[in-house]
């Protein structure tokens, strides 16, 4: 139960305020009764820990954070009381509660983007079989009807609007998002030599003879170019598994894009 005494604790400790790797989220795994998988998951857009509390909020963030239009994701972010109170007189809606105690109602994702058609928008994610629930439906209403009153965007996300491959592609990726403390992008030129030899080639197929023709172990050469497509110096259809990936499908990344990583790699 989150009485609300420990929701203004929760306040006091700054949860729900911040941005980046400044920013608390007002609900933590730790808090958390949800009956499905929770996860604590670095954040590259970030730089901090990110607080998941299913498996389809931690397939949500991992797209929001391959996503390079975007700036800042903040989960779990608070509605303000107050005004949610209102909109559930005014909708004739059961506020949430616990007891006595009014819940301060969060939504899934606050994020912020370069787009300039749609600089900020919100993310609720639901699994299908819970939007058949009356509740579940009120409980959404309110929030809808919040970030409306804000002019913000607001969807509604399900497992069913998450691509499989897209997200296969974004797992496999996701661990070598991080900067190696070997200077990945020293074996640009090499891969770039290699893929214009071998266009016909799969990824796997290619990986497989470079570790053969130096005598490395086998998944040496993978593990590198995972990590350059990672990083983006090169660039694929996210959208294909990278398990059926041709050479000739995978281009050179931004160049921009490589000064701004080699310039965070190197503070």
Sequence with gaps: MVTEKKQDSWINEGRGQGYLNSYKPW????DSNSQGRSHRVYG???KRTHHLLSDLELATFLLLDWNSSVT???EKFPLSLQTTTQIAEQAQIAHPRVGSALQ???SDFYVDSKNPKESNFILHTKY??????VRTIEKLELERRYWESTNTPWYILTEKDIPPTVLHNIKWLYPAMRESSVPIYEKLNHYIQKFTQYPHLTLIELSKKVDQAYG???GSSL???RELLAQRYFIFDITKDYKKLKLSEIALGDFDMWEKIQHVSNQ
């Excluded at 609900?27 to 730790?30: A, D, L, N």
């Excluded at 299908?128 to 629930?133: A, C, I, N, R, Y």
């Design 128 to 133: 299908v079989t819970s939007l058949e629930d």
């Design 216 to 218: 490395l172990e086998l």
């Design 223 to 225: 593990s590198e170019i």
């Design 44 to 46: 590259h857009t970030t």
């Design 27 to 30: 609900i933590t795994v730790r």
């Design 104 to 106: 301060i109602m969060s």
């Design 72 to 74: 800042d994701i903040r």
